[in-house]
């Protein structure tokens, strides 16, 4: 019979303690980041928190409180702005350098890299 009770990728990175801290973490290296802090001129920061600690909470395995736009809808302003696949990939690279920060093992930032990949077509409304 199989075991049911495997730790979700959340239980697995740490919970909604990480998830805090790597979304702030996260944030703080991506308005650093020339490639891509321009997408967020405007944006309010504690609110994109809280979504985002939301959505990563739910993609990862934990309970589902997220209630924001779809990935197509929640970005498609930003393609017309130019989002393309040079600035998902820099999303993803940063979110790989925030939880190797944290300590995370390598395994499970592969986990996390792949969840992040499967949003790219919808990110960038293709």
């Known amino acids: 019979m199989p075991n049911c009770n495997l730790p979700t ?9 990480a998830v805090e801290a790597a979304v702030d973490n996260f944030y703080r290296r991506v308005l650093n980041d ?6 967020f001129d405007g944006v309010d920061m504690d609110r994109q928190r809280v979504k985002q600690k939301a959505f990563l909470t739910m993609a990862f395995g934990g309970p589902h409180n997220y209630t924001g736009k779809d990935m197509r809808n929640g970005h498609a302003h930003l393609v017309s ?24 093992a390598e395994n499970l930032i592969q986990q996390v890299a792949a969840i992040a990949e499967s949003t790219r077509n919808d990110v960038l409304c293709r």
Do not use: F, K, W
């Open 9 to 17: 990728l959340y239980d697995q990175l740490g919970g909604a303690a």
């Open 81 to 104: 702005r130019g989002l393309n696949d040079s600035h998902v990939d820099a999303i993803i690279e940063l979110l790989g350098a925030t939880l190797r920060d944290m300590g995370v």
């Open 34 to 39: 020339d490639r891509v802090a321009g997408y």
